[in-house]
């Protein structure tokens, strides 16, 4: 039996009221007819052959940065940032806490430090190469000089910064791929499907 008693009752009759549940009956009727009908589930990415883990190594050899390699998994689509630092030419100088912008160019115990930061994204296409895009910065300590903080002469180093952005193809199975930034940085990098 139906329970009648949530219809919107306009007409007080009794047929009224069984033209008010039959028009909603015919109105869930529609409704159960259209969601048989939807659209057909969406396929997850994860079950596309294209979605595995890259590993892939990064080497860089330059006069300005120094040589630096580093070899690290990601899965396609998604974007890896790593840190290389070692020893500025000429050595490491301590900094003063006062001087201004050195935060890229200063480690945690107060002394110069060269820099270089890689933002790495690749995403395998249907023909298995990667697509990649690969940030570079680099952030080297300049010769120190003469600056005024506060009232004080203070020696401070400038930062010899460095930013480009790269795009290119490469293959994904294992061969390698050179690229030169502007400032004559060679990066060569191999990317393999684990």
Excluded at 56 to 80: C, F, H, L, P
Excluded at 86 to 99: E, I, L
Excluded at 109 to 115: A, H, N
Excluded at 148 to 166: A, H, I, R
Aim: aromatic share 6%; glycine share 10%; with cysteine.
């Amino acid at each position: 039996m139906i329970d009648r008693s949530g219809f919107i009752q306009g007409c007080r009759s009794k047929q009224g009221r069984v033209i008010s549940a039959n028009a909603v009956m015919a109105l869930l009727a529609c409704m159960a007819v259209s969601a048989a009908n939807a659209t057909p589930s969406i396929k997850v990415l994860s079950e596309v052959a294209n979605d595995g883990p890259i590993k892939y190594t990064v080497k860089m050899a330059s006069k300005n940065w120094g040589s630096a390699q580093e070899t690290r998994t990601i899965r396609s689509g998604q974007t890896d940032d790593f840190t290389w630092q070692s020893k500025p030419a000429g050595g490491s100088q301590n900094v003063p806490d006062a001087c201004p912008g050195v935060d890229a160019i200063r480690n945690a115990s107060g002394t110069t430090v060269r820099q270089v930061k890689i933002r790495f994204a690749a995403v395998v296409v249907n023909s298995g190469d990667a697509d990649v895009q690969l940030g570079f910065q680099g952030h080297a300590p300049r010769a120190a000089t003469a600056v005024t903080v506060g009232g004080k002469k203070l020696q401070c180093p400038t930062d010899n910064f460095f930013s480009q952005l790269v795009h290119f193809t490469m293959p994904t199975g294992g061969a390698e791929k050179s690229v030169t930034l502007s400032d004559g940085t060679k990066l060569t990098v191999s990317a393999s499907r684990k």
